[in-house]
């Protein structure tokens, strides 16, 4: 669909590295979402303290694990890219602490739609950058971004508890749409705020750009996965 | 050095398990150390928030899913042996909780020694006891216990916090001193408690009692080895 920068020399960077603000920019894109998903594993350790049943503790605990591990694979590129990771998170960490702070879940449902919508959310923004990047960057993004194996977990949950008591279909759509404003207002926070990664958005001498129609049509498809996600827990988006 | 239980037909369970007391008695222990690891997974995971750096954050956040995975693998034995996990974890669940609580870490600092003294005695504890029980469960038990690698981890870090500040070593000796009494008072309720559990060190028809100077001898070898890992961290027993 989109172009993309060469595959790079076998065992070598791409030859988009020698530009620095290339350089810059992708380590930017890795610290956000390292970020992201240092603040993941906080959350869902948290959530599995909520947890209703010994079997629903473990799942969102191995949510939080694997999180864990791509932080680990994220921070390690950082280190090769010869950029400090926690340097490189720190640009990020008022916003997704803002974005946390707004989105405290109220009990276990809120937790678990909120780990579904919100990862979800963060992976498809995160995949649609990566796709404007060189191939070794965006294979990590994208394995970063796995699904941790676990929507199933929350679909099935969460259907179950809306058949138990339908009124938490109301409470849970709205819900949604919070994590959905409180995301977009974050994300333009940051990119307001981060050059870099702007001038990634922007394109560059060698580089498309991603001009105001792509942006629209790239919140357009954001937005359509949300609701596809929204409808797959039951719930209006 | 102790004798043990049968290593049991090929692909079937020791012989051991005809006897339903020492089912009951396998089961309890799982139980027992499935949810000593539940509880250091919600710990260490709660630690890592105090942690002072990122590599910090991570060390100890792997730790937290280590101990996850081990909860995992005793889950599972519990079930095989025809029992429910939650059922088989909640008698323990007062004495574990109540030693956390009366062991909260009042710093990054008391986290990483609890973390290493706390789950080292625990590990030393049920090492005992899994020497007078069947191989496979023997082997379970050892491979849940492991040293989540993390180990030198602590070591490395404690003694350098005590080197930047020598007054840190007196708290923290105070502070290993009350991990080992809390735990000796847990355990002595635990062991008052449950019938099964302490038939099996009791012995019975087929099985190697242990009488009052083994347990003796049992609590000389835990304590030295609290002292050593105590010596390990530069720190008085």
């Given amino acids: 669909m989109t172009e993309s920068r060469g595959t790079g ?8 590295f020698e530009d620095d603000d290339y350089r810059h920019a992708v380590v ?19 959530d599995a303290r909520l947890a209703p049943s010994l079997e629903d503790k473990i799942a969102i605990s191995q949510m939080a694990c694997v999180e864990l591990g791509h932080l680990v694979q ?3 590129r950082i280190t090769e ?4 990771p ?3 998170m720190a640009p990020f960490r008022q916003a997704l602490d803002l974005f946390h702070a707004h989105t405290a879940p109220a009990d276990w449902w809120e937790g678990l739609v909120k780990a579904y919508v919100g990862d979800g959310l ?50 849970l759509a709205l819900w949604g749409r919070r994590l959905m404003g409180e995301a977009l207002t974050q994300a333009q926070r940051v ?27 790239l919140f357009t498809r954001i937005t359509e996965r949300h609701a596809e996600r929204m409808a797959a827990l039951g719930l209006d988006a």
Avoid at 30 to 35: D, E, V
Avoid at 131 to 157: K, M, N, P, Q, W
């Fill in 74 to 76: 994220l921070r390690d």
């Fill in 81 to 84: 890219l010869g950029s400090d």
């Fill in 191 to 217: 990119a307001a705020e981060r050059d870099a990664l702007s001038a990634l958005l922007a394109g560059g001498v060698d580089r498309p750009a991603l001009d105001l129609a792509a942006i629209g049509r």
């Fill in 9 to 16: 020399a076998p065992g070598g960077e791409s030859a988009a």
């Fill in 122 to 171: 963060a992976a498809d923004f995160y995949r649609e950058i990566a796709a404007y990047l060189d191939t070794r960057t965006r294979d990590l993004i994208v394995s970063s971004l796995e699904d941790a194996g676990h929507s199933d977990f929350v679909v099935d949950r969460v259907k179950a508890a809306i058949a138990d008591d339908p009124r938490l279909a109301g409470r």
């Fill in 28 to 46: 930017d894109l890795l610290g956000a979402i390292a970020y992201g998903e240092l603040t993941a594993f906080d959350r869902l350790s948290a």
């Fill in 86 to 88: 926690s340097v490189a």
